[in-house]
């Protein structure tokens, strides 16, 4: 900093009000610091500004998703900092494999790195490790999936209403062979949705006893291998609900090696980019991580500015897209 005020021939301090973008400096000043900032190759150490700067602010957020490489978290994790940036506020991301112990070594490593607010999809059984940072006002907002034992704003999606629609709409292509193939079941969006799905079969009259229920499937190839045993057996389905996108692809790869593509009716929960390209293309109910990050970055500087208001949660509705693979009608 020493180095930039010598070379824009300015004091300590208006290197400082520049670098953080304060008032009281003209704007030709302004222009030879950054310039000098630019040619030194100068920048702001953030850490150490925190220490001065008034609540200790970093001007950064911990962003804890099930994985990074899903889809659905890259879209939320898109969203979150496209309104974050807004604020100059960096979004550091981590995945947490759905491993309870994971989340709680990432939660306490991104506060001994004093990030401003948490943004966190849950996968233990309780949250509770976090309400003494949270009783000292650290803003935090859950997606996906609601907290246990702590109270906190949270972004969820309408999980048993977008399944209990899927099962609806199969079933009325006059389908009453379903199976329902999902993801872990300590996993609450999952549990969520199978229960939708399983309720509305149940209310149109189906037995629900009868229906085949995979689950444990958190991958495409575990989904695949249950994908390939459920077709090959003696009274297949004539239609299936798959709980989210990896789940989808790996039954999709099954319906194409079998030749059912066309016969087997199939409807996705989570969007997925080139869906629409598939031969059919695939039916989904479709979720909107884009608002659900936004609306959670929202939430977490609305908390950062002040806002004590009681804790809520906010459900972001989904969405059926009609394509093709979930119009098929069964052939017997």
């Known amino acids: 900093m020493r180095h930039v005020a010598a070379l824009a021939g300015v004091g300590i301090k208006t290197v400082s009000r520049v670098m953080n973008d304060e008032a009281g400096v003209s704007e030709a000043t302004r222009q030879r610091v950054l310039s000098a ?6 920048q702001l150490d953030m850490a150490a500004g925190s220490l001065r700067r008034a609540g200790r602010q970093t001007l950064s ?10 889809p659905f978290s890259g879209e939320i994790h898109r969203a979150l900092e496209d309104t974050l940036a807004v604020r100059g506020i960096a979004v550091f991301a981590a995945s947490l494999d759905d491993d309870p112990e994971r989340e709680k070594a990432l939660v306490a ?8 607010g948490l943004v966190l999809t849950p996968i233990a059984k ?6 003494p940072e949270h009783s000292r006002d650290l803003p935090m907002v859950f997606i996906d999936r609601e907290p246990v034992g702590i ?7 309408d999980n048993a209403i977008g399944a209990a629609r899927a099962a609806a709409h199969l079933m009325a292509q006059g389908h009453t062979k379903l199976a329902y193939l999902g993801d872990r079941t300590d996993i609450q969006t999952a549990r969520e949705r199978r229960r939708g799905f399983i309720e509305e079969l149940g209310r149109a009259g189906i037995a629900t006893s009868a229906v085949p229920v ?6 495409e190839e575990s989904a695949h291998r249950a994908a390939v045993e459920l077709l090959s057996s003696e009274n297949p389905p004539t239609a299936i609900f798959s709980s989210q996108n990896l789940v989808t692809f790996g039954v999709m790869r099954a319906l194409k090696e079998l030749g059912a593509s066309r016969k087997v009716a199939l409807v996705g929960f ?4 080139l869906a629409d390209m598939m031969d ?3 039916t989904v109910i479709a979720q909107h991580p884009e608002r659900i990050g936004k609306l959670a970055a929202e939430r977490l500087l609305a908390r950062i500015d002040g806002d004590d208001r009681a804790p809520q949660t906010y459900v972001v509705p989904t969405e059926l897209i009609q394509r093709g693979s979930g119009e098929i009608r069964p052939l017997h």
Not at 37 to 42: I, P, T
Not at 109 to 116: E, H, I, P, S
Not at 126 to 131: F, G, N
């Open 37 to 42: 900032s630019q040619q030194l190759s100068y």
């Open 61 to 70: 957020i911990g962003l804890l998703l099930p994985s990074v490489a899903n």
């Open 109 to 116: 490593a991104f506060l001994g790195r004093r990030v401003d």
């Open 126 to 131: 309780s949250q509770s490790y976090v309400i």
């Open 151 to 157: 109270e906190a704003d949270a972004v969820v999606t």
């Open 214 to 219: 995979l689950e444990g499937l958190h991958d």
């Open 270 to 273: 989570d969007d997925f980019t």
């Open 280 to 282: 059919p293309g695939i």
